[in-house]
């Protein structure tokens, strides 16, 4: 089966930066994408196609990805950052499965 | 501006069907590559994909909720239905819709539009 798996939880003081990682055998052939979701809320779309940042989200988010890791990254990060970041990615092999991964718990304090 | 919401029953019972509405507005699913997906989260848990429908009705589903779901459109109506057969309290979720991006670039699709999403519970 497809998997991607993160770390539970991560924490940083405010103005460091947080690293989160997402790892699977199929990243190194598909984009992989980053969700957060603060508390009751709906995912909002933080970074696409491994490093590309939607309009509206600000600079300190960016991602990177090598071999089987992808990794979010939050540059300085704020205390409005502290929410649930999921990864996400495809299988468009066989029959294209859609998978996101655990999720990272992110504290900032 | 791209907006989805869902609506359905906020209660069902062990083994009834379940039947979910999307209902959206910015987009069409006339328009060639766009999509409307369902994802699920249960209480303090993490996103689950469930189903995916495309304009040119091709349909994908979770390889372990195939044999339950159902997905449909209405292109007339904006709207796209979710059936999920012999529910259980272990289906008790957050259930969202989401818009289906196609990014030619990357050849790939992914979610950038969510809707609120909806409590289900699973109860007799």
């Known amino acids: 089966s497809y998997e991607l798996t993160q770390p539970p939880s991560v924490s940083v003081s405010p103005g460091q930066t947080a690293r989160i990682t997402c790892s699977g055998g199929a990243l190194p052939k598909n984009f992989a994408y980053w969700y957060q979701q603060k508390s009751g809320q709906a995912p909002v779309l933080v970074i696409y196609?491994?490093?590309k940042r939607p309009s509206g989200i600000p600079e300190r988010f960016s991602g990177s990805s090598s071999g089987t890791t992808a990794t979010l990254t939050i540059s300085g990060a704020q205390v409005e950052d502290e929410a649930d970041y999921y990864c996400?990615?495809?299988?468009?092999?066989?029959?294209?499965?859609?998978?996101f991964g655990g999720g990272t718990k992110l504290t900032v304090l | 501006q791209i907006t989805l919401k869902e609506s359905g029953p906020a209660l069902v019972k062990p083994t009834q069907t379940l039947t979910l509405t999307c209902t959206f507005s910015g987009f069409s699913l006339r328009t060639s590559y766009v999509g409307v997906g369902w994802i699920r989260q249960p209480p303090g848990r993490a996103l689950e994909w469930l189903a995916v429908i495309y304009w040119d009705d091709d349909e994908r589903y979770s390889p372990s909720l195939r044999s339950r779901l159902t997905v449909t459109k209405d292109t007339s109506k904006n709207l796209v239905v979710l059936t999920m057969t012999n529910m259980d309290p272990v289906d008790t979720a957050t259930y969202y819709c989401?818009?289906?991006?196609?990014?030619?670039?990357?050849?790939?699709?992914?979610?950038?539009?969510w809707g609120q999403g909806t409590l289900v519970t699973v109860s007799s």
């Open positions: 996400y990615s495809t299988d468009r092999s066989g029959i294209h499965r859609r998978v």
């Open positions: 989401a818009h289906l991006y196609y990014d030619f670039w990357s050849d790939e699709d992914y979610f950038d539009y």
């Open positions: 196609a491994d490093t």
